[in-house]
């Protein structure tokens, strides 16, 4: 297929809200960019509050010669000592950023599934097996579904959806925005864990440990796996309704036929990922995938195995410790499970292409998982900076002191925790029109809203899936999205005239039944306390009860 997103034509200037948003976007610099500014400005911030003795009191740590609560006190990063941590620690800064191996590891075994074919080949099957009555939600599901095969929802499903929607005498139109609605708006909503999981937990796991507050703490990338699976149920029929309710109806019959705009070449040729080998190669992966979760469960439940912690629900002597979970002893398999998305879509991966053709040698794996970490320059570079950012601010002492007297100013306000969080989700929504990296976001939010939110009692797993809804909602509709030149392409297929401001019409009631939608989820999910995964409760108390 053809690199669609260079034969994008010049859109008009847009006027209004729309046209703001355009612009201001623009004007940013890249996110790395945004990142270093960013440090200048904190060391800056640093100097000026260390000089003016900012402070907070601990919330857990005690002052051994006075027996109270220790005080915080603003650091310089331009004491001599951050200085020297600076320069020294700089490797160790940078590779001992917890997202980093999280999502180099999933994603060596993911560019192996996108590469052979077997993503695309696997939404290509689902949804063209979809009766005419049930595309929209079939649509809809694999799109969502189909955010663990990172650009294949993009370059393949879209398009295809398109194509399958006119050759069923709808407007394909209609079926691009079921598509991208599922694959962009629906980016956080899936019924499994997958790389977004372990990005932004990554992330999650350094604001915790920079803020000191609870040293134990380790990111579970299952922490949102019950939450996550709500919203695809919730999502999916949001996205069915607003497609066969709202859009295709305003677009009106398609008259085009079925192969109107069929001739250019940034068409997916439906027979790449269709027919008997295909199939073939369909059944091998879905017998990998059975072999590996079979391997798991044989290395979880089978006694003395290793991803169980039988001791751990046992004294020293041996006797039952009183109320304790099975997730405490099921605790190395929620860590296993980075590995295991990475061996899952290796041999899923591996055994589509042995079976199609794709992967002939063992050179070809190998260069499928090069090729995968090539695309991962660049994360690389962005992780870089956020990495020091982030370590910065916890040398600083700014982001637990921000979170100490935010906590308490949230607190004064008398607001509900569940109404903290919709506030976070709106806010999150807005910051995605203009900063449309999620981890660039969240590297940018953590270091204060994870705290300051454990302060309040409410969980980094809580934070995290807050954040999460509002950063997935709104995807849709700014044209600083990076796929959204690529959309409006295939979206001119059909209809030469479709322009920016067609799209993100299209794409706004979407938006706003998502962000609503997903508001009103987390906070009736924390009111009614249900827990976001497995040993992934919603509220949060600090060690020792304080």
Same mark, same amino acid.
């Given at each position: 297929m053809a690199d669609?997103?260079?034969?994008?034509?010049?859109?008009?200037?847009?006027?209004?809200?729309?046209?703001?948003?355009?612009?201001?976007g623009n004007r940013l610099p890249d996110p790395v960019f945004i990142f270093f500014y960013l440090i200048i400005a904190l060391v800056v911030v640093s100097v000026a509050c260390a000089l003016l003795g900012v402070s907070a009191v601990h919330p857990t740590e005690v002052d051994d010669a006075t027996g109270s609560n220790a005080v915080i006190a603003a650091v310089s990063l331009l004491s001599a000592e951050n200085i020297q941590r600076l320069w020294v620690e700089m490797p160790a800064t940078f590779t001992h950023f917890h997202p980093l191996g999280y999502v180099l590891v999933v994603m060596l075994g993911a560019g192996v599934a996108?590469?052979?074919?077997?993503?695309?080949?696997?939404?290509?099957?689902?949804?063209?097996?979809?009766?005419? $009555?049930?595309?929209?939600?079939?649509? %809809?599901?694999? *799109?969502? +579904? !189909?955010?663990? &095969?990172?650009?294949?929802?993009?370059?393949?499903?879209?398009?295809?959806?398109?194509?399958?929607?006119?050759?069923?005498?709808?407007?394909p139109l209609a079926g691009i925005a079921a598509a991208f609605a599922g694959v962009s708006g629906g980016f956080s909503a899936n019924i499994s864990p997958g790389q977004l999981d372990a990005l932004l937990f990554g992330i999650t796991e350094e604001a915790v440990g920079a803020s000191a507050l609870d040293p134990l703490w380790t990111a579970n990338i299952a922490g949102n796996w019950y939450f996550i699976s709500a919203m695809t149920l919730i999502f999916l029929p949001i996205i069915w309704y607003v497609t066969d309710k709202i859009i295709e109806p305003r677009l009106g019959p398609w008259k085009g036929g079925a192969q109107a705009g069929m001739?250019?070449?940034?068409?997916?040729?439906?027979?790449?990922?269709?027919?008997?080998? $295909?199939?073939?190669?369909?059944?091998? %992966?879905?017998? *990998?995938? +059975? !072999?590996?979760? &079979?391997?798991?469960?044989?290395?979880?439940?089978?006694?003395?195995?290793?991803?169980?912690?039988?001791?751990?629900?046992?004294?020293?002597?041996?006797?039952?410790?009183?109320?304790?979970?099975?997730?405490?002893?099921?605790?190395?398999?929620?860590?296993?499970?980075?590995?295991?998305?990475?061996?899952?879509?290796?041999?899923?991966?591996?055994?589509?292409?042995?079976?199609?053709?794709?992967?002939?040698?063992?050179?070809?794996?190998?260069?499928?998982?090069?090729?995968?970490?090539k695309d991962m320059g660049y994360y690389l570079v962005l992780a870089f900076a956020a990495a020091h950012f982030v370590a910065m601010f916890g040398w600083s002492n700014l982001g637990l002191i921000t979170a100490v007297h935010g906590a308490a100013g949230i607190e004064s306000t008398g607001l509900p925790l569940p109404l903290v969080l919709g506030l976070m989700v709106i806010f999150a929504a807005v910051l995605n029109l203009f900063v449309g990296s999620a981890s660039a976001k969240w590297a940018l939010l953590a270091p204060i809203l994870v705290p300051m939110l454990m302060l309040l009692g409410i969980s980094p797993e809580g934070a995290t899936a807050a954040y999460r809804v509002g950063d997935s909602a709104t995807n849709i509709i700014t044209p600083l999205m990076v796929y959204f030149p690529l959309i409006l392409v295939f979206a001119q297929r059909w209809q030469k005239s479709f322009g920016l401001g067609s799209l993100t019409a299209m794409m706004l009631p979407y938006s706003i039944w998502l962000l609503v939608s997903g508001t009103l989820l987390i906070v009736a999910w924390f009111y009614l306390g249900i827990p976001l995964g497995p040993d992934a409760p919603v509220s949060y108390a600090l060690p020792g009860g304080q």
């Open positions: 669609a997103a260079t034969a994008t034509p010049d859109a008009p200037d847009q006027t209004g809200f729309l046209g703001w948003v355009e612009r201001t996108e590469r052979s074919g077997f993503f695309a080949a696997g939404m290509a099957k689902a949804v063209k097996a979809a009766p005419k $009555a049930l595309l929209t939600p079939v649509v %809809a599901l694999v *799109a969502m +579904l !189909g955010n663990h &095969a990172a650009d294949a929802g993009y370059v393949v499903l879209i398009p295809l959806a398109g194509i399958l929607f006119a050759a069923a005498g709808r407007h001739d250019d070449d940034t068409s997916p040729d439906p027979t790449e990922h269709d027919g008997a080998l $295909a199939s073939k190669g369909l059944r091998h %992966a879905g017998l *990998a995938a +059975l !072999g590996v979760i &079979a391997l798991w469960l044989l290395m979880t439940f089978a006694p003395g195995t290793p991803l169980i912690d039988e001791a751990a629900c046992l004294t020293e002597a041996g006797a039952p410790v009183a109320d304790c979970s099975i997730h405490t002893q099921l605790s190395p398999l929620y860590r296993s499970l980075v590995a295991g998305f990475f061996i899952l879509f290796l041999a899923t991966g591996w055994a589509y292409g042995r079976a199609v053709g794709t992967i002939k040698t063992h050179k070809d794996l190998v260069e499928m998982m090069a090729q995968a970490m």
